[in-house]
């Protein structure tokens, strides 16, 4: 990989191979420049390229010298780097090697993760190994530090704890962008010390502090949120929350994932109130591997946008130069301009965005859909493999809910979830009793749900019912599970939970769906039990195979183990379970399993 310069080491050079006085290393020629400070498409236009980044964007003759590389646009597009502005490489299930090698050719030319799984995980080294990781690869890591590790203090246990000390020292660190997803909210608008901590000290240091805020109070407490300092959140799930956030001065990054279908709703805050779109950004948030197989990345996220009715070149400008403002990195990102880095996407159709090649600190890395260069080779330490904790081996009846006595049903709280929607439901139910345990009713498609504490060899459990996966035999478990990543595991028998849940102990980490005592599919996760050290294609296979066991066990959820790892995600309304309670959002505590 060609060396990597900040511009005031090298800005001399520039200004002269701009004059011809020095030749560049690399000229494309004769492209259709997509100018995202205008809105405009320049015409024959050539970008002059020396040391990564660019000198020149004009005519770039009198830069060229007999060792100048040139790459003929023949009338191509050429467009900025696309850069994902909010997401979390792990969701990916591979590692961020992997992640670069499956994003790069669809156009990908930076991301700032929130490393937050890992984090909760294994602490401070799992965001060093992750962002070592990274940097053996052409894709620009940039890091926001976790700022909510726990997530929620007192509702679930995590393997680790960030306070603001650490906070204001990792700040400084080398590709640290500012501070991850603030998602307690409650604690900003409450004045709780330690939380408003992390953020004061990211503000001290200059740098950005991305949000999360899901409330539909769109007045006071939006207000409130953002007085605080916080710059941009991902949550919007309607039209109306991002307009209200951008009039607000926030930048409203509107989500594409693969649980979570927002953009066709969100994106008419632009299609529908024709405002100025500087404050909108593009991102996915949570994207499994299959998913960036399938559909690609930023690019499939843009060209959704201009299929919903957005100008091409907004929809790009919402993946390129309002990301890098976000973060105050316009003078490195987001454009085809002088002094900028030489990130840049030669497309063969702008409307399809159609990656034909793509071009990283001023090399050629991915041509026609394929790496032209090597990519990755981080070795993961050892202490990072042994995250599952739990020494016990689970039986049947461990997964038993007991009945309060004197009763023929059982009046139960459920946690009832939607396709392809973060939001979950409060539902009441009455299940039948027999011989004092309480019994499923898959009729009304309720399955039994179990909550374990990975963390520690003995850890505590909590035992619920969901609605909506649609299954009717087997059980599922996972050990990616927001935001703590403990045991999570789906059935709807005692004793096929146990088999799934003992089968990813054994293998210290990952995914699987089985029947009876059959294995119908697995992928081992052994890197803190959140991702898979294979190839990303054998990462999009073994989810392939574990979709496919999904709908042979009934459900017809679009992304189910992603909907599943969100059932103990307390930061988002309404109802949640983690591995200490069932959890009342709203209210911010434990709620009962029993109504009565």
């Known amino acids: 990989m060609n060396k990597r310069y900040k511009l005031w080491e090298i800005g001399r050079q520039l200004t002269a191979t701009a004059q011809g006085k020095l030749k560049a290393d ?83 030319s930076a991301i700032f993760m929130d490393p937050h799984e890992i984090v909760n995980v294994a602490g401070l080294d799992g965001m060093v190994a992750m962002m070592k990781d990274g940097a053996t690869t052409p894709l620009r890591v ?53 939380t408003c901590a992390k953020v004061e000290k990211t503000l001290e240091a200059g740098k ?77 948030d949570d994207l499994h591997g299959d998913t960036l197989i399938k559909r690609g ?59 034909e090649k793509v071009i990283i600190n001023g090399e050629l890395v991915a041509e026609k859909g394929s790496l032209t260069v090597p990519v990755g080779g981080y070795v993961y330490p050892e202490q990072l493999r042994t995250s599952v904790k739990i020494t016990r081996k689970f039986l049947p009846s461990d997964f038993i809910v007991q009945a309060p006595l004197g009763t023929e ?9 939607h396709d392809s929607n973060v939001l979950t439901t409060e539902m009441v139910e009455d299940l039948p009793i027999r011989n004092g345990e309480v019994e499923l009713a898959t009729e009304k498609d309720i399955c039994k749900v179990a909550v374990i504490n990975r963390h520690k060899a003995e850890g505590g459990m909590t035992l619920g019912f969901v609605h909506g996966f649609g299954l009717k035999k087997g059980a599922v478990a996972s050990t990616y599970a927001h935001d703590a990543h403990n045991l999570v595991v789906l059935g709807t028998s005692d004793a096929e939970m146990a088999f799934a849940a003992n089968t990813l102990v054994e293998c210290s980490g990952g995914m699987t769906a089985v029947e009876g005592e059959k294995i119908l599919a697995l992928l081992k996760m052994p ?30 959820l679009a992304s189910p183990f992603m909907t599943m790892s969100l059932l103990s995600l307390v930061v988002i309304p309404a109802i949640r379970i983690t591995d200490k309670g069932l959890v009342n959002v709203y209210d911010n505590s434990f709620t009962t399993l029993f109504t009565e």
């Open 527 to 556: 890197i803190a039990g959140l991702m898979s050290d294979l190839s990303a294609a054998e990462v999009a296979a073994a989810l392939s195979n574990l979709s496919e066991a999904w709908a042979a066990l009934g459900s017809p």
């Open 142 to 194: 940039f890091t926001t530090i976790p700022s909510c590790v726990p997530a929620s203090p007192g509702l679930e246990n995590t393997g680790s704890t960030i306070t603001p000390q650490d906070i204001q020292t990792t700040l400084n660190w080398e590709g640290v962008a500012g501070l991850g997803e603030m998602m307690n909210y409650a604690g900003i608008l409450s004045g709780d010390p330690q």
């Open 409 to 417: 049903t059982a009046s139960v709280r459920v946690v009832g979830v």
């Open 297 to 355: 990345h930023m690019d499939y996220i843009i060209r959704l946008a201009i299929s919903k009715g957005v100008r091409p070149v907004t929809a790009i400008q919402m993946a390129t130069l309002n990301t890098a403002c976000c973060f105050g990195m316009e003078r490195d990102l987001g454009s085809i301009s002088p002094g900028r880095f030489a990130d840049i996407n030669i497309l063969s159709d702008l409307t399809q965005v159609r990656v």
């Open 26 to 108: 690399l000229v494309i020629k004769n492209g259709k420049l997509v100018n995202v400070f205008t809105g405009e498409i320049q015409l024959n236009t050539d970008v002059a390229i020396k040391l990564g980044r660019i000198a020149l964007v004009g005519d770039a003759a009198v830069a060229i010298g007999e060792e100048t590389v040139i790459i003929e646009a023949q009338g191509m597009y050429l467009v900025p780097g696309f850069i994902d502005g909010h997401l979390h490489v792990e969701s990916s299930l591979m590692t961020v090697g992997e992640y670069a090698k499956a994003t790069i050719p669809h156009g990908t």
């Open 208 to 284: 950005t502090v991305t949000g999360h805020f899901p409330l539909t109070d769109t007045g006071a407490a939006l207000n409130a949120y953002i007085a605080a300092g916080i710059n941009c959140c991902h949550e919007s799930t309607s039209a109306r929350e991002a307009l209200a956030k951008m009039r607000l001065g926030m930048y409203a990054m509107i989500r594409e994932g693969s649980a979570w279908d927002d953009l066709p709703e969100v994106i008419k805050a632009i299609t529908e109130q024709k405002i100025d779109t500087r404050l909108a950004l593009l991102v996915s």
